[in-house]
């Protein structure tokens, strides 16, 4: 049970990470769209 536990948490927290990274790339394409305006 607790390698189970430990492993959903490792694949929530890869989830948030690649999350955030694709935020990240989202507000800097409409920065840069913007800036390009």
Same mark, same amino acid.
């Given at each position: 049970? &607790?390698? @189970?536990? %430990? &492993?959903? @948490? @490792?694949? %929530? %927290?890869i989830g948030v990470i690649i999350g955030q990274i694709g935020l990240s790339q989202r507000l800097r394409?409409? @920065?840069? &769209?913007?800036?390009n305006r």
């Open positions: 049970m &607790i390698e @189970a536990a %430990l &492993i959903g @948490a @490792a694949v %929530l %927290l394409k409409d @920065a840069g &769209i913007n800036e």
